[in-house]
């Protein structure tokens, strides 16, 4: 038996906006006894109230701003919101995969973006 499985769309999120939509999600279970939580599901409820370490409105606002930046694509906006770098070394590891790197100055310029919301 084969199964096939299509990508019928693809969208980044933040930790914070997946913590939100999970405790909607957590919500909905709680108020039906009958229904268990999945193990997955528990488990992806603890990572998201972890390390979301702001509401989603502030998450978005730091991707967007971080987008204004030259060499910040939307795929990495997310991957620097979602770990919040605190230094150069942190902010090098993100773009370690990337065809080019950052100067100095265009590092600073990122840590200085998030700084203003970490």
């Not at 999600?25 to 990572?47: K, N, T």
């Not at 701003?65 to 993100?94: F, G």
């Amino acid at each position: 038996m084969t199964i096939f499985k299509e990508i019928v769309g693809e969208e980044y999120l933040t930790v914070s906006e997946v913590k939100e939509d999970l405790a909607v999600i957590e919500e909905e279970r709680a108020l039906d006894e009958e229904r268990e939580m999945p193990y997955e599901l528990a488990r992806a409820i603890e990572h998201a109230n972890r390390f979301a370490e702001f509401d989603a409105e502030d998450a978005v606002a730091l991707v967007e701003e971080l987008q204004e930046l030259e060499k910040v694509d939307e795929a990495t906006a997310y991957k620097i919101t979602n770990l919040l770098p605190a230094d150069r070394d942190e902010l090098r590891a993100i773009y370690a995969q990337e065809r080019y790197s950052l100067s100095g100055d265009e590092l600073d310029d990122v840590l200085d973006v998030v700084a203003k919301y970490a």
